[in-house]
């Protein structure tokens, strides 16, 4: 009989939940958005109910109806993350970076960074952005679709290449013979696609300080959008291993909002006060993420 478990993943937006007016629910605090310590206390409680990663969307520009709804965003993705990798043990991260407005190189050091804090715990939510406001944010028009795919895939294959800069041997930190690094273990890049480059190698070894045996027992976090929709994802194949689990395929996963309450009739009839707003109805989204030995790097993202 197939050992089947069910994987859970929470998705962390602003701080007070998917619902659409949730910051005014009683007993919660409106100024969680700036309050750091909260996002490490919703980790610690997803981490206690045994969740295994959390999802973080990133939409790097203000939307909505913002007098009367929230930011629906982290104020930074990676930043609070890295402070939820030093608050919690065995929860994996998945978080969304952009393709299009973004460098490889920046994007390849940013997560390998947060994956080195957390032990082997992150993933990539690799995307494209086509939305105008954020294209005014970077001060860049609103690429066409070909374009922002094939940038994508050329950055995903850079930040990929520049994860693997390095081989296993190459610190040798032996502080005898006076030899930090074996620079003959450095393998340069020298990608040069359309739309981005690099040369690598690049400043950061590609082994956490911890070894695997000693790395917390969980699954492999993969990736989901949280929407209602079923999405597609792909997990780490490298970071399961360090982790003690087989490397996983590709799986899709259904994202859901549940509201909590002290009872089973409480959250759907007394919360939200108004009708849920159009944005939490019907939406569908797809996402892949490319982590350290991920998927390999000639597949393009899903549009």
């Not at 109805?281 to 597949?299: E, I, K, N, V, Y």
Request: proline content about 10%; glycine content about 8%; charged content about 20%.
């Amino acid at each position: 009989m197939t050992d089947r478990k069910l994987v859970l993943g929470m998705g962390m937006i602003d701080g007070y939940g998917g619902l659409h007016g949730a910051w005014r629910a009683p007993h919660v605090d409106p100024g969680t958005y700036a309050d750091v310590d909260a996002t490490v206390r919703h980790a610690r409680a997803a981490e206690r109910g045994l969740f295994t990663f959390l999802f973080t969307p990133d939409f790097p520009a203000v939307r909505g109806d913002v007098e009367h709804s929230t930011i629906s965003n982290l104020m930074d993705p990676l930043i609070e993350l890295t402070a939820v990798a030093r608050g919690t043990t065995t929860i994996g991260f998945v978080a969304t970076g952009s393709t299009t407005f973004q460098e490889p190189f920046t994007t390849a050091r940013q997560f390998k960074a947060l994956d080195i804090v957390s032990h082997g715990r992150a993933g990539w939510n690799a995307v494209t952005t086509s939305d105008p406001a954020v294209a005014a944010n970077y001060g860049r028009p609103v690429a066409d679709r070909g374009e922002r795919y094939q940038r994508a895939h050329e950055a995903i294959q850079i930040v990929q290449a520049l994860w693997g800069s390095w081989q296993e041997d190459a610190w040798i930190q032996d502080q005898a013979a006076n030899r930090f690094i074996d620079p003959s273990k450095l393998q340069p890049v020298n990608l040069q696609g359309r739309y981005v480059a690099s040369r690598a190698p690049w400043p950061s070894h590609p082994r956490n300080r911890v070894s695997p045996s000693s790395s917390p027992p969980a699954a492999p976090a993969p990736t989901s959008c949280p929407s209602p929709a079923a999405t597609r994802a792909a997990s780490s194949p490298r970071c399961g291993r360090s982790r003690g689990a087989r490397p996983a395929r590709a799986r899709a996963h259904r994202g859901a909002r549940i509201p909590g309450g002290s009872t089973s009739r409480s959250p759907a009839s007394s919360w939200p006060p108004q009708t849920p707003h159009p944005e939490t109805r019907g939406r569908r989204s797809l996402c892949r993420w490319h982590a350290r030995g991920g998927p390999p790097a000639t597949s393009s993202p899903t549009a």
